[in-house]
C-alpha cells in the first residue's frame, strides 16, 4: 500500500489509473479504524479495481467545545489494518493541505435543512464541515464511488443530498453497520468507555431494537410521542443520558407522519466521555 500525504502525488497516482481505464472507490475517514471502517474497504473493492482509503481529522467539523487535540491518532495501527483488507493507496493530508487559508476563510458546503436537524442541532456547524471536506476530498480523488458507514446516518443523507443537489459524478454506497456482539455499533467513540460504561453501553440499541417492536406491533393511530418517551426514559434508566430519540422520514429524515412506510429510529445519548449514535431504519 501506498501512502501520499500531498495533492500531486494523489493526482498522479488516480491518473496513471484512469490511463488504464481503472475504476476507483474511495473511503474518507478520520483514522482510528476499527473492524467498520475495514468493512467499508472491503465493500468498497466490490465496486471499482482500485480503492483509496483517506485519513484526516477534519478540524472544521469539529465544535469549540469538542476536543480535537484528543481525538484518537493511530495511524501506524491504522495502516497494518488497511494492509489487510488491500486498500491501493492511502492519502493522509495534513490541515494546511486541505485548508491553506484556515478553515475559516475557505469556500464551504452547507446542505440545508438536514444539517440542522438531529446531531446538526447538537453539534452547529459540523454538517457544513462535514459536506465541505468531503466535496473537496471528491474534488481531489474523484472517485467513482464513495462508501459511507450507515452507523452515521444523518451524515450519508447529507452526503447523498449533496451529491444529488450538486450533481456530483461519484456513486454513494451505504455499508451496514458492524456491531459488537454485544449489539453495541462500532465507533471509534467506543474507545472513550471504561469498562463499567461498556457493560451499560448495548442498552442504547437493545432499547431502539425494543422501540422498532413496538412500532411493528401497533397499528394507527400509532402514539409515536408515548413510544419515543418510554424509549428515552429506558435509555436514560440504564444509564446513558439522552441526547435525542426520533422517528424519521428514512430520507428526508423530517419527523414521522401517520402515511410513512420506511421510517428511521435515530438516537445519540452521552455515556461518561463519549457521545453515542446509533439508528435502525423499520418498515411499517
Ligand atoms: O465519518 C467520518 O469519519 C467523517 O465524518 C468523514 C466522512 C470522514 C468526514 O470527515
Redesign the pocket.
Known sequence: MNTVENIKDLRAQVKAWRMQDLTVAFV???GNLHEGHLALVKAAHRYADKVIV?I?V?PM?FGLSEDIDNYPRTLAQDKASLITVNTDLLFTPTADIIYPKGFGENSYVEVPNISELYCGASRPGHFR??AT??CKLFNLVQPDVAC??SK?YQ?LQV?KTMVEDLSMPVDIIPVEIIREKSGLAMSSRNGYLTSEELAIAPAFYKTLQWLSEQLRASHQPRDYAALVMQASEKIDNAGLKTDYLNLCHAQTLAPVTPNDKDIVILAAAYLGKARLIDNLPVNL
Open positions: 474518507p475517514t478520520m483517506s484526516f477534519n467539523q464541515g462535514v471536506v468531503v459511507f458507514g452515521d451524515q452526503i
